[in-house]
């Protein structure tokens, strides 16, 4: 499994990329290779601002359905348009085209808290 250097993870399986004060967010391989065949993701807090792992939406898969958790404090301010037509895309490119949100972070040294990629790796036993 593949697990890039350059982002941050959570032990509920999401990953970051901080670019300034705004964070990529998504689930990790891991996550969507557990969860199956993605079949729709439910963001209904664009616009609003949330603490550290509150639930931000959802994903739902063939067989369930799994609440997704901001990894830091923030305001969501954009969802993957793509992902509305195309929400596979998660499970082709969990870490490129099927990222799930942006925010705003409300303060960039938390992401440092986050797990790195070899913690991560452990963590999933990889």
């Not at 929400?87 to 942006?102: A, C, E």
């Amino acid at each position: 499994m593949n697990f890039p250097d350059n982002l941050r993870y959570t032990k509920d399986h999401e990953w970051v990329l901080l670019e300034g004060n705004v964070a990529t967010i998504g689930i990790t391989e891991f996550a969507q290779r557990e969860l199956g065949d993605i079949v729709y993701v439910d963001v209904p807090t664009v616009g609003k601002t949330l603490g550290a792992e509150e639930v931000f939406g959802t994903v739902e898969a063939v067989k369930t359905v799994s609440d997704l958790f901001l990894p830091v404090a923030g305001s969501i301010s954009e969802l993957n348009a793509e992902l509305d037509g195309s929400p596979d895309l998660v499970n082709t490119d969990p870490y490129g085209d099927g990222w799930m949100i942006k925010m705003t972070v409300s303060n960039p040294a938390d992401v440092n808290e986050l797990l790195d990629a070899a913690a991560y790796k452990q963590l999933v036993g990889e």
